[in-house]
């Protein structure tokens, strides 16, 4: 499916997150604008920086998430398939961690205001999505166990460019969890994205869902990914 192009510097737009609250309204059913937005901000989130952090992890030098730089790609009803950078940002991981500091704080925040959403918890998305991008481009390479380290060392410098920014909220907690299951690594969320709370989706939690039970959700993940 081809959708149509979406500058990123939407997401920092609470009039646009606005609208596109019943975008989602449509394709979801009239659930809570928090609930909405939250849905949004899971699958927004997770394509905004995998075009910085898997150029990272597969080569070394990270491109530009600043939402100036990235450009989506967005079907009618406002999914996210797909994101591209216009520019390459480096190979300093501090430099890496400060830009997605700034993205994400400025998407959160518009997000927060428009669906009256928390921040934190938006923002513990926003270190999930991280998360699991970075474990994906990490098995890409054959070494899925690289990913834990790599979470560490970009969330250290995220942490200390998030305490120098004004009126983030982020603290450095949550930071990325990572758990196994079988001989799998798995991440261990800390967010939830809501969706079993949407009336086209009511009760349908995803296999990672914080919201159930550890064993019921080791269960799961066994089923998904096999012993």
């Known amino acids: 499916m081809r959708g149509v192009e979406l500058p990123a510097t939407a997401l920092a737009d609470p009039a646009w997150v606005a609208d596109d609250l019943d975008r989602a309204r449509r394709l979801h059913g009239p659930a809570a ?6 849905i949004r901000w ?18 070394g030098v990270a491109r530009d998430p600043a939402l100036a730089a990235v450009t989506f ?8 398939l797909d994101a591209h950078s216009a520019r390459t940002l480096g190979h ?7 830009a997605l500091v700034r993205a994400v704080d400025a998407a959160v925040t518009a997000f927060a205001q428009a669906s009256g959403a928390s921040p934190r918890a938006l923002w513990a ?4 999505s991280l998360a699991n991008r970075l474990l994906w481009a990490a098995a890409t390479t054959g070494d899925s166990d690289a ?10 410098h995220m942490e200390r460019a998030a305490r120098d920014l004004p009126g983030c909220v982020w603290n450095g907690s949550p930071r990325p969890r990572f758990t196994t299951v079988g001989d799998r690594l798995v991440l261990r969320r800390s967010s939830c994205c809501l969706i079993y709370e949407a009336p086209a989706t009511r009760d349908a939690k995803c296999v990672s869902c914080p919201r159930q ?7 799961r993940l066994r089923l998904l990914l096999g012993p």
């Open 125 to 128: 998305v926003g270190v999930d």
């Open 92 to 98: 300093e991981p501090a430099d890496l961690g400060a």
């Open 213 to 219: 039970t550890p064993s019921e959700r080791e269960q």
């Open 73 to 80: 790609d967005v079907t009618p009803d406002g999914r996210f």
């Open 42 to 59: 899971y699958s927004a989130s997770s394509v905004l920086v995998a075009p910085a952090v898997e150029p990272w992890v597969h080569t």
């Open 147 to 156: 990913a834990p380290r790599l979470a560490g060392e970009l969330a250290d």
């Open 33 to 38: 604008p928090a609930v909405l937005g939250t």
